[in-house]
């Protein structure tokens, strides 16, 4: 079973950075991406940014020039750079690998259980 686990998470003043981890395992597959989601309390999720298989990357206009996202193939991790934080950039993290089964062409989703960034002072 694919699990991902995200981690580095927690309290942080604007203007300071924190770096969000997410490692994936239980998959034999070699083709994914992978997407950071983030939610705030109360409202609807927000898409952050995703690293493709071939690591190309794509950042929201909310949070471009401040985040980067990064992968390491080695250990099947993902990280989530964060600089310049806001108190807007509060809310839960999560990570979101997609993968396509190539004999069914069948896409296949999964999401970790999301670690929460709070940025105040």
């Known amino acids: 079973e694919v699990r991902l686990v995200e981690s580095g998470g927690g309290l942080v003043q604007p203007g300071g950075s924190l770096r969000l981890s997410c490692s994936a395992s239980?998959?034999?597959?070699?083709?994914?991406?992978i997407n950071w989601v983030r939610q705030a309390p109360g409202k609807g999720p927000e898409w952050v940014s995703v690293?493709?298989?071939?690591?190309?990357?794509y950042i929201s206009d909310s949070v471009k020039g401040r985040f980067t996202i990064s992968r390491d193939n080695v250990d099947n991790t993902v990280y989530l750079q964060m600089n310049i934080v806001k108190p807007e950039d509060t809310g839960m993290y999560y990570c979101n690998l997609k993968t396509i089964d190539t004999t069914t062409y069948r896409e296949f989703e999964y999401w970790g259980q999301g670690t929460q960034v709070t940025v105040s002072s």
């Open positions: 239980g998959f034999t597959f070699g083709a994914y991406e």
């Open positions: 690293i493709a298989v071939d690591g190309t990357t």
